[in-house]
């Protein structure tokens, strides 16, 4: 039964972890779109864009 207890404590603990990574990539991901569109937005006037070589 401890061995059975431990392991899925473990298994429980990974599962947790890969959880909280998913949704740390997710969000940094929205993040990154948001203040990339943000930034494209204010510099896109005129020749100059986001991204391209100054």
Known sequence: MVIVTVAFATAATAFMIMVVIV???????L?????SNLIFRRCAHGNHFYGESQ
Not at 23 to 29: D, E, G, Q
Request: proline residues 0%; hydrophobic residues 50%.
């Open 23 to 29: 949704v740390m990539t997710t969000a940094t991901r």
């Open 31 to 35: 993040v990154d779109m948001t203040v």
